[in-house]
């Protein structure tokens, strides 16, 4: 699945900066859940290493960034980003992350994906852009894309967020495992996400590095910037927070399921004491010898109010002693 569109640059002379005075539009190429032949048909036509292509398919690619001159001096800049996305196959919200392969140059913009319409992805095609954010570049597109990603992990945790909640809650009265398994899951995704947020950010800060070494107006670059640092910085703290959250809800709620369990067990024990009483006064009263009331018209019933008489006597004493 390839999108492919062309991208009128806004010309604003409040962002005007060196990149934005080199370009009027540029192409963005767009492919979703490509194959290796078809990678390396887009890069070799534009002249640009195929290994570049390999690093889509590996679902452990962590975050980076190169640049690279290719054989006609063309500038390209080499962008693996990860992304979260949802796994269906999963009853509960379950994440892991995948590389999102971008190529810049002041021309171009190309991007990989193994996953088909992706919200995040459906966000940018949709140019959901938020204001104050002019596209008036390449990089400033990348940089959008960068938002939404961050965007991605703020979603991701707020729903890893909501899951935690539940198992909170489900864990106050339950005796059984079925929270601390649910947190099992949403342990495993804010790892993953933890991780590729750090890298995400690093990838980022390397960006920053360059464009400040290079570009000698970069006023337009550190206000976007600084919008793209906001909100991962948000996406981060979130993931952190939750992973936080999980790692000493995992101890607390094993203490509570305990506790719980010692609760059922104390009733079932009274349960047991009491009924205990009328066993044995029925087999008292079974024995062949005489006894009270045997005699009696309305034995039987003197003997099972006496018992239950008992039996409550007995109860309350237990929850005197609790």
């Given at each position: 699945m390839?999108?492919?569109?062309?991208?009128?640059?806004?010309?604003?002379?409040?962002?005007?900066?060196?990149?934005?005075?080199?370009?009027?539009?540029?192409?963005?190429?767009?492919?979703?859940?490509?194959?290796?032949?078809?990678?390396?048909?887009v890069l070799n036509h534009y002249h640009l290493p195929a290994h570049f292509g390999e690093y889509l398919f590996d679902k452990f690619e962590t975050s980076w960034i190169e640049y690279y001159h290719n054989e006609e001096g063309e500038l390209f800049t080499y962008i693996?980003?990860?992304?979260?996305?949802?796994?269906?196959?999963?009853?509960?919200?379950?994440?892991?992350?995948?590389?999102?392969?971008?190529?810049?140059?002041?021309?171009?913009?190309?991007?990989?994906?193994?996953h088909i319409n992706m919200p995040?992805?459906?966000?940018?095609?949709?140019?959901?852009?938020?204001?104050?954010?002019?596209?008036?570049?390449?990089?400033?597109?990348?940089?959008?894309?960068?938002?939404?990603?961050?965007?991605?992990?703020?979603?991701?945790?707020?729903?890893?967020?909501?899951?935690?909640?539940k198992?909170?809650?489900?864990?106050?009265?339950?005796?059984?495992?079925?929270?601390?398994?649910?947190?099992?899951?949403?342990?495993?995704?804010?790892?993953?996400?933890?991780?590729?947020?750090?890298?995400?950010?690093?990838?980022?800060?390397?960006?920053n590095r360059y464009f400040t070494h290079n570009e000698n107006n970069t006023y337009y670059h550190e206000r976007v910037l600084n919008r793209v640092q906001i909100e991962m910085h948000q996406a981060e703290t979130m993931v952190k927070n939750n992973l936080a959250l999980v790692e000493k809800l995992n101890d607390v709620l094993s203490n509570v399921i305990s506790n719980n369990l010692n609760d059922v067990m104390s009733r079932l024990t009274i349960i047991?004491?009491?009924?205990?009483?009328?066993?044995?006064?029925?087999?008292?009263?079974?024995?062949n010898v005489a006894l009270p009331f045997e005699d009696n018209l309305h034995g039987f019933s003197i003997v099972v109010i006496g018992t239950l008489i008992l039996s409550m006597l007995v109860y309350y004493m237990f929850k005197k002693w609790q």
């Open positions: 390839v999108h492919q569109e062309e991208i009128i640059l806004e010309k604003d002379d409040q962002y005007q900066d060196d990149i934005t005075q080199k370009a009027d539009k540029f192409v963005w190429l767009h492919y979703e859940n490509p194959d290796r032949d078809e990678v390396n048909e693996i980003l990860q992304y979260p996305f949802e796994r269906e196959s999963e009853p509960d919200a379950v994440f892991h992350t995948a590389p999102l392969v971008i190529v810049m140059s002041k021309d171009l913009v190309l991007t990989f994906v193994t995040f992805m459906l966000e940018i095609k949709n140019k959901h852009v938020p204001s104050g954010f002019p596209i008036s570049s390449s990089y400033a597109f990348v940089m959008y894309m960068f938002f939404e990603v961050a965007q991605a992990y703020i979603e991701a945790s707020s729903e890893l967020h909501a899951t935690i909640r198992a909170e809650e489900e864990g106050r009265h339950s005796t059984k495992n079925t929270a601390s398994y649910a947190l099992i899951d949403v342990n495993r995704s804010l790892v993953y996400m933890s991780t590729a947020v750090g890298d995400n950010r690093d990838t980022l800060a390397g960006i047991t004491i009491v009924m205990t009483v009328p066993t044995i006064t029925a087999g008292l009263w079974g024995m």
